[in-house]
């Protein structure tokens, strides 16, 4: 089986694909301090957990945003598990054409979740990812990366403003029943969520002048169901997997190509 491995600054999200069936999924904190013993530990009690063994593992592919990561995670599948990861970057086969200036300062996460929406949703599409950052990915009809918008995520722009100003508390992100809130709580929910859907949907409403109104709008991550609990009409579809679905269709190009 395939383990995709898709490495966030927060989270690490985990997957084993048994061909394009996705069989189990699960997630573990991005602690920069583990060490690869530990990643090693955590990946054999999940395993075990739901009944599989690293003996179930025979191909491993990773997308990470956290490049002080990549050697431990590296070191912890080859030294655990016995195998080599591919690492996704620009310069594996993705199927799609890059057309990003520096093509390797594209984030692999960014990478596999676009060719994800292009191979299920077809293009012209426009990926959104809602996580720490919020990412804006535009693909054209013929599958070529065009670029896209990087903006600060939800709970970022949050956190950002509960430790620059001392008198707001840390709230959850929960929608409030009106924009106009009543109290510092619902003011700040409000200014957040409300914020927040007016920038992911003015973006989108911006690239459509390029790509067109007919572009699908895919969007992924941990924050979108936060706005999704309203009426999102410039959103088409909600696939929570969509990055570790595009790792394994690279993982699957890649096989092809050694072949």
């Known amino acids: ?67 002080t990561l990549n050697y431990t995670l590296e070191h912890a599948c080859t030294y655990y598990m016995h195998v080599k990861p591919l690492m996704v970057s620009a310069l594996v086969n993705t199927g799609l054409t890059i057309l990003y200036t520096i093509p390797k300062a594209l984030g692999a996460d960014r990478i596999a979740s676009s060719v994800a929406a292009y191979r299920l949703y077809g293009g012209p599409c426009i990926v959104v990812d809602m996580g720490t950052a919020t990412t804006f990915n535009a693909i054209s009809e013929k599958g070529e990366f065009l670029g896209g918008a990087i903006a600060p995520g939800m709970k970022t722009s949050l956190d950002a403003l509960v ?22 709580i619902t003011n700040m929910q409000s200014g957040i969520i409300y914020g927040y859907r007016g920038l992911v949907e003015n973006i989108i409403k911006e690239m459509k002048k390029q790509l067109g109104e007919k572009a ?44």
């Open 216 to 259: 699908k709008v895919i969007a992924t991550g941990g924050m979108t169901s936060v706005i999704l609990s309203e009426n999102t009409e410039f959103i088409d579809y909600y696939d929570r997997a969509l990055t570790l679905k595009g790792l394994q269709m690279i993982s699957e190009l890649n096989e092809r190509r050694k072949a």
């Open 163 to 184: 430790s620059n100003a001392s008198q707001l508390p840390l709230v959850e992100l929960s929608l409030p029943s009106s924009p106009i809130g009543t109290n510092t």
């Open 1 to 67: 089986m395939l383990l995709a491995m898709d490495v966030g600054n927060t989270n690490i999200k985990l997957a084993l694909f048994d061909g394009n069936e996705m069989r189990s999924s699960w997630r573990i904190s991005a602690t920069v301090s583990r060490t690869a013993d530990e990643f090693g530990i955590a990946f054999r009690e999940i395993f075990s957990a739901h009944g599989y063994g690293f003996s179930d593992v025979d191909k491993i592919i990773v997308s990470s945003v956290v490049p």
